[in-house]
């Protein structure tokens, strides 16, 4: 079955800059994918996704900060995470896009913005 497995998170200073990976097993490249999140106490969200045209989404709280990229060779997509804010502290998770039946959801990786 399709396994994704995110990795990249951390610690980081609020301002600052991080970049998270979710890498895929056993599919043969990304075609839809986004990234979502999940803070202490609350549901899931979306963040981010790129179609297979390459046209990216971004939910409002995160649009002009963070970037969403595929690297299909390798099988992995991106979050390009800019001027990180407390708020941004979650769990993030890569999966199908909102609407599209999900893979197995990964463990997520964890990050931290202090303040």
């Known amino acids: 079955q399709v396994q994704l497995v995110e990795s990249g998170g951390d610690l980081v200073q609020a301002g600052g800059s991080l970049r998270i990976s979710c890498a895929a097993i056993a599919i043969s490249r990304f075609r839809n994918i986004a990234w979502y999140r999940q803070a202490p106490g609350k549901e899931r969200e979306f963040v981010a996704s790129?179609?297979?045209?390459?046209?990216?989404n971004y939910a409002d709280s995160v649009k002009g900060r963070f970037t969403i990229s595929i690297d299909n060779p390798k099988r992995t997509v991106y979050l390009q995470m800019n001027r990180v804010k407390p708020d941004d502290t979650a769990v993030y998770y890569c999966n199908s896009p909102p609407g599209v039946d999900p893979y197995v959801w990964g463990q997520g990786t964890q990050v931290i913005v202090s303040p």
């Open positions: 790129i179609t297979n045209e390459n046209t990216e």
